[in-house]
């Protein structure tokens, strides 16, 4: 059997380091591993290799052998690009085109893309499927979409195919909080050090919550799936919660007790948004999702036990 060539930029990362812990388990593929930081954070023995994405020439090396990439890089968030909007362009929206611009002529098949649920359609207030109006309030979302439909462009006129998964917000262990992601993480993490929480707003946000784990099971389906197809996805649970009832949820697994403190709202927030994830359930009918319970339980106990870069390598 002919094995496919997969590379993982952002291998390092929260989602990444999980996925490749994920894929280094299946037989069929020859794994590529990238990231910014000089080395590989995960014990394993799989090359890996710092990559510049504007570095032009050595990523056509890099890359000549390669059949699919995930493409896992984001250096920004929304409440940081809202202040400043060029800072999206500058870190995310211009080393994609120039990466994307340095491999399309190499053979590559498929580019595998994480986007942002909460953020690409806007706020709604009724439940989203993947064709539903796209209103980006922030320059993260514009951001996101923009290269959304770049990856169109590139399908056309190279003929890369893209799978676009437009992902909710994310928790489990590895997640680094001072990024300024992670809700559930940030809100346990303050809990054992501070035995206090800081809510933007009055709680009221409701979001689609999904663990780490089931987000490396569901990136693997690009996989299985025909390399010459194209697809866009919403990668959500059906956890859709408000902040009080992830609170709520939160209090009957820590032992710290802890205050909550109410702070005006932001306006980078998105105040709701509830996706349906029956396009992505049809093609894995008996997927189970972790229960948001028993993520929570995990994801506060790896903390709890100081494992906060993955389960799998080197540890702080």
Sequence with gaps: MNKINVAIIGSNGFIGSHLTNLLLKKDNINLHLFGRSKESILDIPIEYNQINLLNNVENANYFKNIDLVYYLASETIPANSWENPLVDVQKNLVPFLTFLEAVSKLGIKKIVYLSSAGTVYGTTHKKVDENFNKNPFSPYGITKLAIENFLLYYKTKYGI?????????????????????????????????????????????????????????????????????????????????????????????????????????????????????????NVVPNFKFTPISQGISETYDCIKNHSLINFYGKSN
Excluded: C, M, W
């Excluded at 799978?163 to 994310?170: A, E, G, L, M, T």
């Excluded at 809510?199 to 689609?208: E, L, P, T, V, Y």
């Excluded at 956890?239 to 205050?259: A, G, Q, W």
């Design 161 to 281: 195919n893209s799978d676009i998964y437009r992902i909710s917000n994310v928790y489990g262990a590895g997640q680094n909080t001072s990024k300024g992601l992670g809700l559930i993480n940030t809100f346990l993490e303050k809990i054992i050090s501070d035995h206090e929480i800081k809510i933007f707003g009055d709680g009221s946000n409701i979001r689609n919550y999904i663990y780490v784990k089931d987000v490396a099971e569901l990136l693997s389906l690009s996989l299985i799936r025909d390399i010459n197809t194209s697809e866009t996805y919403n990668l959500s649970s059906n956890d859709t919660l408000s902040i009080n009832e992830i609170v709520d949820l939160i209090k009957k697994v820590v032992s710290e007790p802890f205050e909550i403190v109410y702070t005006p709202k932001r306006e980078s927030d998105n105040t709701a948004i509830d996706l349906d994830n029956s396009k992505l359930i």
